[in-house]
């Protein structure tokens, strides 16, 4: 057989010979007993993490995340530390220098300069409960890529591989377009996105698997079953992907799909004219894309104008804080998951209206280029298009210049990490996005090192046994602190404020606190909220020493949390919270109160919660010509927000003013009279007063 003939059929999905299976064709004799115990957990490891979007629990803190993140991250490591210890003793295991292992390593390593030069290195590292996709988790999605591009090597075990993830989107899809059809028995949130917990994390996993569905449709040539199952598994997760309303994986997806429509006409078809066409479209189609990028960031442009109807004035102005973000600190940004440090220093107060979409805590821009820069500076981002292009560059010179893969391969897997950017330009990343990102690039590493001379040379004897324990010693205690320890901490949060009686939970807030540093500064803060609703629903009927003991507990908390990150508005402004309340139960802590209120508003001085906070203290000490000023600073802000009006209005009343608080009202319900139902007993009271004024 000719060599071209030879690499035409080595670029079917199929088995090339030279490149056995660790499991299948390649003598048994080649491997020793714990060679195959090691690379079936790596293949099975990374099979059942596959699992992740099943994953869910409301057992724990946020039931959508959490649970994932910590089930997919226990497998990272799991085959992580089986590859390890196969790449210690023989060097075929180990990662081959290509483009996508470079990029990808490069990221990681400026994500981590980020992280420990940032704003919050704890933060950065760990993350929250709510979003689990800091450091620790592009660590473990690193450690993954390692053990699976350097371990399954040959096609017929990525098929296995892309078949089970396509099983798992197939009964995800299936709740999905269930639940729209409002089956309660695969309704899990009135946010839609069954076990994802959102439309748009639905959508930016299946928007993977429907590229991995079409791929195997066109490599499928035998079993025409098999073929068919494919076909209906990329229809069925495109109807959910619409049926559920994601609208940018929607996009995304139907863009992919022509786009390789047009390549195969560019390069398949046998007419120079069609071929000629076909890639001038291609050319203008990107030059478009590209171009519509760019427009979205500038104002008056018919493109920013219709992404400002599809979305809300709300993206814009988060885009803007970004924007300024990014300038204070360009190079190396402000360390992953910071934004929500960021945010209040640039708050726009048009957040808090309707036409802003309501939404004033933001701690993600909704568009990965912000994100990105953001978080981790021009390098990160660069290194991040990085790994974007040597996807792209590898399956280019695979298929053109080496001629290793077929044209689907090719093709497919090109178009997918566009796509999966294009539509990230309007949402973020979560653990389902993340974990099939980690496969997909995995795979375009595998292809990257097709046809490369294997190296077996074995460094250390079956004897040598010193690297085997350093390394289950490693993973051991990496397993325990950062997969064991933050699973327990977000079990215990809810059994925690569930505790029957009040010393059992404010010990329990200490103990879940000092477990692990995920999330600590979101639980700190959901224990202050849970307390200070305990305190101010029973301040008439409880104890006043065990209020001021539930009260004080929290304040503790925070006040470590303070120290910790100082330069976080939201504590701030928290303890400010607190300490108003506190004053309710201790007069002596009105300073502290005041101190927090006027430092929150030097951290976000165009942010209408600092104002309303600390005109609450001023009231406290009778200041009400400092309250009614910070009142009205609050409405000078931002004139169409009704929280101001209703601040400002009661501000009046309690200061003795009621004409004024009257006059506020009537202002209030001329700018929008749907207001009229907020402002109805203050008005009523000032229309009895008036007529018994009148009557008398």
């Known amino acids: 057989m000719g060599k071209n003939a030879r690499l035409k059929k080595e670029r079917k999905f199929g088995e090339p010979k030279e490149h056995g299976s660790l499991g299948g064709k390649e003598p048994s004799s080649l ?59 023989n060097k075929k295991y180990r990662p081959k220098t290509n483009a996508v292992l470079l990029t990808f390593g490069l990221f990681v390593f400026f994500m981590t300069v980020s992280s420990i030069f940032g704003v919050d290195p704890s933060r950065s590292f760990w993350s929250k409960f709510e979003r689990m996709s800091g450091l620790l988790m592009w660590l473990n999605m690193f450690g993954f890529f390692l053990a ?31 639940e729209q059809q409002e089956v309660k028995a695969v309704t899990f949130s009135d946010r839609m996105g069954v076990t994802l917990g959102n439309t748009s994390f639905l959508g930016s996993y299946l928007i993977f698997n429907f590229f991995i569905a079409v791929y195997l449709f066109f490599q499928e040539r035998k079993n025409i079953i098999l073929k068919i199952i494919l076909g209906v598994m990329a229809v069925l997760s495109v109807v959910a992907i619409y049926l559920q309303g994601a609208r940018a994986a929607l996009g995304a997806s139907l863009g992919g799909l022509l786009l390789i429509g047009f390549l195969y006409l560019a390069f398949k078809v046998k007419n120079k004219v069609i071929n000629l066409i076909s890639k001038v479209a291609i050319a203008v189609g990107v030059l478009a894309v590209i171009a519509s990028i760019i427009l979205i960031y500038f104002p008056n442009n018919p493109v920013h104008n219709l992404f400002g109807k599809m979305a809300t004035e709300g993206r814009f102005a988060n885009w803007t804080i970004a924007e300024k973000g990014f300038l204070e600190r360009p190079f ?109 690039i995995s795979f375009v590493a595998f292809l990257a090192t097709l046809h490369t001379p294997e190296k077996t040379k074995t460094y250390f004897t079956a004897k040598s046994r010193w ?28 059994l925690t404020v569930q505790a029957q009686y009040q010393g059992e939970r404010l010990i329990g807030y200490q103990k879940t606190i000092e477990s692990s540093s995920l999330g600590k500064y979101q639980i700190t803060d959901f224990y202050a909220d849970f307390s200070q609703n305990v305190v101010q629903n029973n301040i008439e009927k409880a104890k006043k020493e065990d209020l001021i003991r539930e009260i004080d507990a929290v304040v503790k908390l925070m006040e470590q949390r303070k120290k910790d990150s100082p330069l976080d508005y939201r504590i701030t402004l928290k303890l400010a919270q607190l300490y108003n309340t506190y004053v309710l139960l201790d007069s002596t802590k009105i300073d502290l109160a005041q101190q927090y209120g006027e430092e929150a508003m030097k951290q976000s001085p165009n942010n209408q919660q600092s104002y309303w906070v600390l005109a609450q203290t001023k009231l406290y000490v009778q200041d009400f010509a400092g309250a009614n000023a910070l009142a009205q600073k609050a409405l000078d802000l931002e004139p169409t927000v009704l929280r101001s009006y209703q601040v400002a209005s009661q501000v009046a009343a309690v200061s003795g003013d009621k004409e004024k608080a009257v006059e506020i009202a009537r202002k209030a319900i001329e700018i929008n009279p749907d207001w009229l139902k907020d402002f109805s007993s203050l008005l009523s009271q000032a229309t009895t007063t008036a007529t018994t004024t009148t009557g008398s």
């Open 467 to 494: 690297p085997l324990g350093i390394t289950l010693c490693i993973g051991l205690l990496c397993f325990y602190y950062l997969l064991y320890k933050p699973w327990q901490l977000d079990k215990n949060i809810i």
């Open 332 to 440: 190396f940004g402000w360390g992953p998951e910071t934004y929500d440090i960021l945010f209040p220093k640039y708050f726009n107060p048009c957040l808090f209206t309707p036409k802003c979409g309501g939404e004033f805590w933001f701690d993600r821009t909704h568009n990965i280029i912000l994100d990105t820069l953001v978080a981790t500076g021009a390098f990160g981002f660069l290194a991040y298009l990085g790994i974007f292009f040597a996807l792209i560059w590898v399956l280019r010179k695979k298929y053109f210049k080496d001629k290793t893969i077929d044209f689907w391969t090719f093709a497919v897997f090109s178009v997918l990490p566009v796509a999966y950017f294009i539509q990230n330009l309007t949402v973020f990343d979560m653990v389902g996005s993340l974990m099939m990102l980690a496969l997909t």
């Open 148 to 178: 699976v591009s350097s371990t399954l090597k040959t096609f017929s075990q990525w098929k296995r591989i892309f078949l089970i993830s396509l099983g798992i989107a197939f009964v995800v899809s299936l709740f999905g377009i269930l």
């Open 31 to 89: 491997q020793s007993s714990w060679e195959k115990f090691l690379t079936t957990i790596i293949f099975w490891g990374a099979s059942i993490s596959l699992l992740t979007p099943l994953i869910y629990s409301p057992k724990y803190y946020f039931p959508f995340v959490g649970p994932k993140s910590l089930y997919f991250m226990a497998f990272c490591q799991i085959i992580f530390f089986a590859w390890l210890i196969l790449a210690i003793y």
